[in-house]
Nanobody
Framework: VQLQASGGGLVQPGGSLTLSCAAS????????MGWYRQAPGEQRELVAI???????NYGDSVKGRFAMSRDGPTNTIYLQMNNLKLEDTAVYYC?????????WGQGTLVTVSS
């Protein structure tokens, strides 16, 4: 399984950015897919996770600002990030899980700065 994340970049506070993660196989084969992030000197934290049946859950710090979506035909998931804050600066990782097996993308850097 390969996960290819993209879409990171530099954005000003209050701005928006959309991340993409293309999977090498049918995304509905996974029990869960989602996004994590890791800021410098911090532990990796959950951003959003969605079970195969739908209904995403979000980390408290991004609720109401971020939204995860899926596109079955292209085997891609997205993370729409709005009203970005300085503290959203991190490397964002795409994540997938099949039972106990976990898969990670290579990470894409999001920098929020004025």
């Amino acid at each position: 399984v390969q996960l290819q994340a993209s879409g990171g970049g530099l954005v000003q506070p209050g701005g928006s950015l959309t991340l993409s993660c293309a999977a090498s196989e049918n995304i509905f084969n996974f029990n869960f897919m989602g996004w994590y992030r890791q800021a410098p000197g911090e532990q990796r934290e959950l951003v959003a996770i969605e079970p195969v049946g739908g209904g995403a859950n979000y980390g408290d710090s991004v609720k109401g600002r971020f939204a995860m979506s899926r596109d079955g035909p292209t085997n891609t998931i997205y993370l729409q990030m709005n009203n970005l804050k300085l503290e959203d600066t991190a490397v964002y990782y795409c994540h997938a899980r099949i039972l106990s097996r976990q898969f990670w993308g290579q990470g894409t850097l999001v920098t929020v700065s004025s």
